[in-house]
Each structure stands twice: as structure tokens, then as C-alpha cells.
């Protein structure tokens, strides 16, 4: 196998994305209108490339390709998609897609403009858990989750400032109502909440026999993003948070979350450990 052939498939299923954002823009300008289902189709397409090209990584490394910086953003990336292909057409929010496919592009250019985001790591000596495997993909799939998150908060920003400016022409003629981008925020912050509390039970059957590979830094940042999320949902249930502070927050612990993801991950190579993945408590 070519050793450049994942990075390849994923470089342009990453190019899908960003053809699909121009694509958006050009229409919403020149044509002015929202070309929902061809946005649709190319990240759908880019998705389908984007997994194989995964699918190779996985393969040359032996497991789930959540190894180092570059992994972990592409499987970022990969599962705010795969979220956005299932959710996009139930929800049918207008400009969904278009600032899902931005968010893609942004992390996609981070991924490959940082070199050292794609160093190589040790080759596993031992067998990996599947139980471990398991709890970093759904780990990782949680942020592409809170991508989501962020964006529907982006989309109730918007719409709020359209509101108070009397924006009614243009791309806010396009933004979902308040309450569309509301439902959208609960349900996704619930679904990242479940996911990534679901992570760290799997993960902590593991780590209670095996204490010693915990790293503590990857730990206690896992711990403290999930028990600000589930704070947050805890908040918007009992309506202490909601509306604009809620959209705001959502967005700010996504960034948080995506900034965490370099300085934790080096945190293992400093220690000399095997793995980078700054989601995962667990050594791998």
C-alpha cells in the first residue's frame, strides 16, 4: 500500500468540502439562493472519500486513526458529517450545511497546514482493548457532535442579530427561526452529552484495572469538558441558561474543546507514551 494513499483519500474529501462551501457562497451571492441538496450531494460525496482515505489510515495503523493531532481532527471532521448527513435533511435548517461544511473546511486547513500535527508514534507493541478502540472513536465522535452543537448556536446568533437589526434580505432570508435552531441546540448538546458520558463509562472499566496507564493530563481534561457540557444541559433543562448566553457558551466550550486537542495530545509524548489523543484518558 502506498504509504501516502490515506492521506491522499482524505485530502480530498477534504477538498470536497471546501468545493462545497465556495459552491454555497457563489450561489448566495451571485444566484442568491441556498443550493440545499447540491451542497448536500458534493459533502456527501467528500464524506465517502474522507472514509476511505480513514479507512486507510486505520489500516496502516492497525486500529482506530486517533493516534496523533492530524487523526483526531480528521475524525473531527468525519463525525460532525456523518452527524450532519443523518441530521440535515430531518431538520431541514436552512444554511445548516453551508456552515457545517465552513467548520469543516477551517479544521481541515488547521489539520494539513500544522506538519507537526502528523508525526509519526510508536508502533503498538500489544494488543489494544476493543474496549479501548471503542471508547476513542466514541470519544472523538462526541466533538463532532459538539461541532454540530456550535454550529446550530452560530445559526440562533444570527438569526437574533437579524431579528434586532430587521435583517430580512440577503443570507438572513435564509436562517432557520429561533425555535428551529433552539430545538436543534438542545437535542445536539443531549446527544454529546450521551455520547461522550457513554465514552468514559467504557473507558473507565478499563482504567479501573489499569490504573497506571491512565495519563493524568488527557484525564482530567476529558473529565472537565464532560462535566461542563453536562452542567450546560443541566442549566438549559432547568431554564437557567438558554437563548443567546446558551448559543454563546456552546460555542466558546466548542473552541475550548478544539484548542485542547494539541497541547493535551503533546502531553503524551512527553511522557514517552504511545498515543496523542487528547479525548481519551487511556493510553493507548
Known amino acids: 500500500m502506498n504509504p501516502n494513499a490515506d492521506v491522499l483519500w482524505i485530502g480530498i474529501g477534504n477538498l470536497l468540502y471546501t468545493l462545497g462551501f465556495i ?28 472514509t476511505y482515505g480513514l479507512y486507510l489510515r486505520g489500516l496502516e495503523i492497525g486500529g482506530c486513526p486517533v493516534g496523533n493531532t492530524f487523526e483526531i ?4 471532521i468525519w463525525s460532525l458529517t456523518v452527524c450532519f448527513l443523518v441530521l440535515g ?11 457545517t461544511a465552513g467548520l469543516a473546511v477551517l479544521l481541515s486547513v488547521l489539520s494539513f497546514a500544522i506538519k507537526d500535527w502528523d508525526l509519526p508514534y510508536p508502533d503498538r507493541i500489544t494488543a489494544i482493548s476493543p474496549s479501548i478502540e471503542f471508547h476513542a472513536a466514541l470519544a472523538v465522535f462526541s466533538y463532532g457532535i459538539f461541532g454540530l452543537l456550535a454550529v446550530s448556536s452560530t445559526l440562533y446568533l444570527l438569526q437574533n442579530f437579524a431579528l434586532k437589526q430587521h435583517q430580512f434580505k440577503g443570507v438572513y432570508a435564509y436562517l432557520p427561526s429561533l425555535v428551529e435552531s433552539e ?14 458520558t457513554l465514552s468514559l463509562l467504557v473507558g473507565s472499566f478499563y ?11 488527557k484525564f482530567f481534561a476529558s ?5 461542563a457540557y453536562l452542567i450546560v444541559l443541566g442549566l438549559r433543562l432547568s431554564n437557567r441558561l438558554y437563548a443567546k448566553k446558551l448559543a454563546i457558551t456552546c460555542i466558546a466550550l466548542f473552541v475550548i474543546a478544539i484548542l485542547s486537542i494539541w497541547p493535551v495530545g503533546n502531553s503524551s509524548n512527553s511522557d514517552g507514551h504511545a498515543s496523542s489523543s487528547p479525548v481519551t484518558p487511556l493510553d493507548r
Open 73 to 76: 481532527v480528521q475524525f473531527v
Open 89 to 99: 435533511p430531518a431538520f431541514r435548517l436552512s444554511l445548516f450545511g453551508f456552515f
Open 23 to 50: 459552491t454555497a457562497i457563489f450561489y448566495l451571492v451571485r444566484a442568491r439562493h441556498h443550493p440545499r441538496w447540491l451542497l448536500y450531494m458534493i459533502i456527501a460525496g467528500g464524506y465517502a472519500i474522507h
Open 207 to 217: 482504567w479501573s484495572q489499569n490504573v497506571a496507564e491512565v495519563n493524568a493530563t
Open 223 to 227: 473529565v472537565s469538558l464532560w462535566i
Open 183 to 196: 430545538t436543534m441546540t438542545l437535542r445536539m448538546l443531549a446527544a454529546g452529552c450521551t455520547v461522550l
